[in-house]
């Protein structure tokens, strides 16, 4: 069980199964937003239904990989509570679809719930990157700072019709785990948990 939920390094196993099943969804299918026409939401939602099916199935099943890595790390009295609303969040990114795809006509207004809901994801994103190396060296913590600043700038511009960070937030996200995951496969910072490292 301990090697399951996660304090040795299968952890890393965890964050690189997450970090690839992120990667297939996203390559699968490009939703469309609130500033495309209602009637465009419904066609695409129409003509796509069954990929989008896929790639929140897909999206789902990340979220198992995703707590069981996020599980691995450091525990601190924020950590549970930031997975948690980062698990929850991306429940209801990844239901709306569903309900759109049920429920095409409602595609104009569900959308706009959607993009909301993806603001909050990358909020949730942006707080558990900082609590989750809330124990770690100084360079970890700056880099979980710069991809939390990506991730917030990415929520509040993205509704804005601002998408120059569309793509480089999510991949600020991923590249983090990943390297992460890495340091837990090599045995980096496998400490206790609770007790801080000695160098920082």
């Known amino acids: 069980m301990t090697r ?4 040795t390094r299968v952890g890393g196993v965890w964050g690189i199964a997450f970090v690839v099943l992120l990667l297939v969804s996203a390559a699968m ?10 009637g465009a939401i419904s066609a ?92 770690d060296p100084r360079w970890l913590r700056g880099l979980a700072v710069l991809v939390a600043v990506l991730s917030v700038i990415r929520a509040v511009a993205s509704p804005l019709g601002m998408t120059a960070l569309d793509f480089v937030a999510p991949l600020a996200f991923v590249a983090f785990v990943l390297l992460l995951s890495i340091r837990k496969l090599a045995g980096v910072g496998a400490a206790r948990q609770g007790t801080a490292p000695a160098n920082r």
């Open 4 to 7: 399951l939920f996660g304090s």
């Open 29 to 38: 299918v490009s939703l469309p937003t609130a500033s495309s026409s209602a």
């Open 44 to 135: 695409f939602y129409k003509a796509h239904s069954a990929i989008i099916v896929v790639q929140q199935v897909v999206g789902v099943v990340a979220l198992a990989p995703f707590v069981l890595f996020a599980l691995s790390l450091r525990r601190n009295r924020w950590l549970l509570p930031a997975i948690f609303l980062f698990a929850g969040v991306e429940l209801v990114t990844n239901v709306l679809p569903l309900a759109m795809v049920a429920s095409p006509d409602s595609g104009g207004s569900l959308t706009v719930v959607e993009d909301i809901a993806d603001s909050a994801l990358f909020a949730a994103v942006a707080l558990f990157v900082v609590v989750a190396t809330l124990d």
